[in-house]
């Protein structure tokens, strides 16, 4: 499996920006998915995740209500759209796939779930 995740950049605070993963080397409806990220100086952390089919979705605290993720299963891509961006969401965002196959849940928000990793899109939120 390869994930090549995209949209990054630089941003205003309170502005929007859209990741998009694209996925490849497996069957997409087979893997949950999830977005996690990477501040400076912090650990990696759980941000989104949408299971096989797109009909669970579930957010940590920090992002609830500001971004959305979404799938696209005919063009393998799974997206997060982040409005009403903070200093604090900047971060190295990665996107993950978790084969659903073997999963009890309907999607994982734990690093060790996941399965394969993408390289990351830079985040940046100027104030």
């Known amino acids: 499996v390869q994930l090549q995740a995209s949209g990054g950049g630089l941003v205003q605070a309170g502005g929007s920006l859209r990741l998009s993963c694209a996925f490849s080397g497996r069957t997409f409806s087979m893997y949950n998915m999830g977005w996690f990220r990477q501040g400076p100086g912090k650990e990696r952390e759980f941000v989104a995740a949408?299971?096989?089919?797109?009909?669970?979705?579930g957010y940590a605290d920090s992002v609830k209500g500001r971004f959305t993720i979404s799938r696209d299963n005919s063009k393998n891509t799974v997206d997060l759209r982040m409005n009403t961006l903070k200093p604090e969401d900047a971060a190295i965002y990665y996107c993950?796939?978790?084969?659903?196959?073997?999963?009890?849940?309907?999607?994982?928000?734990?690093?060790?779930?996941?399965?394969?990793w993408g390289q990351g899109t830079q985040v940046t939120v100027s104030s």
């Open positions: 993950a796939a978790d084969w659903a196959g073997d999963s009890t849940v309907d999607f994982a928000t734990t690093q060790s779930q996941y399965d394969f």
């Open positions: 949408i299971s096989w089919n797109g009909g669970s979705t």
